[in-house]
């Protein structure tokens, strides 16, 4: 499969929050390591600026968001370019499965925040393989 073919995981900013950190890595873990055969990513600001290519992309390839906050910007983005998010995931809801745990800060994150990026990856793989026409074990 081609990059054009690929799904398309598209984190949040959050640039100096520890959500946003852990939304960017959850991201890599998909990209790099877990289905970079089936998944890439795009950055959100140039999705924002209406970069020709980045919006190309978001309205002929799936989508998949992670978002640190409600305000869902990665998402909110997504749509404002013409785009369909195929599924959207906040950081919070997996976090909340850890109530009152500290992930760490926005320029690193914890034992706890390593769990959490890697439960969240874990969810976005299986929608990436699921989207991608892959057999999804469980």
């Known amino acids: 499969m081609n990059d054009s073919g690929k799904v398309i995981v598209i ?35 140039l999705l924002v600026k209406g970069d020709a290519e980045a919006v190309a992309r978001v309205q002929t390839q799936p989508c998949i968001t992670i978002d640190g906050c ?24 997996v976090l909340k499965q850890h109530r ?10 914890n034992e706890v925040g390593w769990t959490v990026t890697r439960e969240l990856a874990d969810l976005v793989h299986g929608k990436v393989r699921e989207l991608s026409g892959c057999e999804v074990k469980t």
């Open 70 to 93: 409600p305000k869902a910007c990665a998402q909110k983005n997504v749509e404002l370019a013409g785009g369909q998010t195929d599924c959207g995931f906040q950081v919070l809801q």
């Open 11 to 45: 984190p949040c900013s959050g640039i100096g929050k520890v959500h946003g950190l852990i939304s960017r890595e959850a991201t890599y873990l998909v990209t790099d390591e877990l289905a970079p055969e089936l998944a890439d990513t795009l950055c959100l600001a």
């Open 100 to 109: 009152g745990a500290q992930p760490g800060s926005a320029s690193g994150l």
